[in-house]
């Protein structure tokens, strides 16, 4: 009978989650992961080519983690200003998973047409559409300006320079959605 298998990938892709939400993606190497999670380097390398493979399954996964307390803190109601909100609490409530999403350089880059079009941001941008009674263009240029206004505020927030309660917070997003209408 084979030898049952400790870590599968699932188990190492937890982990992952758990050890970016502790150290940072910064720290993240085969060596530190199995350390963590209590292996050696090897049920990482039987499951992964290399690390930057692990690493995409990881980034999947904290994506997930990510869309899940968007959904799960997402008025449809008030959907602009509350996905801004949303984005903007992942990063006090998840500092270290939502700079690895958002600010290193496992977040990759784009262009301002391709976050526009990313399909969670077309919803936004159909919901202000038909919230404020504008065009199309005007909904790009509106979203576009907010995503990246609270972007900013996000990340002083991860980073700890900047601190803000929930009202605050809500507040200054919903002024801004303000005077871009």
Request: glycine letters at 4%; one cysteine or more.
């Amino acid at each position: 009978m084979p030898r049952k298998e400790k870590f599968s990938k699932e188990d190492l892709i937890k982990g992952g989650v758990d050890f970016v939400r502790k150290n940072g993606i910064e720290q993240l190497n085969a060596r530190n992961l199995a350390e963590f999670i209590g292996c050696s380097t090897q049920p990482i390398f039987r499951n992964y080519t290399n690390i930057e493979e692990y690493k995409n399954d990881l980034k999947k996964a904290l994506h997930e983690n990510y869309k899940q307390f968007i959904h799960e803190n997402t008025d449809k109601n008030n959907y602009c200003i509350s996905v801004c909100y949303a984005y903007a609490l992942y990063a006090k409530t998840e500092p270290n998973i939502f700079k690895a999403l958002f600010i290193t350089s496992l977040a990759g880059s784009r262009t301002i047409n391709e976050v526009i079009n990313s399909p969670w941001n077309i919803e936004t941008i159909s919901h202000v559409i038909n919230s404020y009674n504008t065009s199309k263009e005007k909904a790009e240029k509106i979203y576009r300006d907010i995503r990246f206004y609270t972007h900013g505020i996000a990340t002083q927030i991860s980073c700890n320079s900047i601190i803000l309660n929930e009202e605050e917070l809500y507040s200054l997003i919903e002024d801004m959605l303000k005077k871009l209408l």
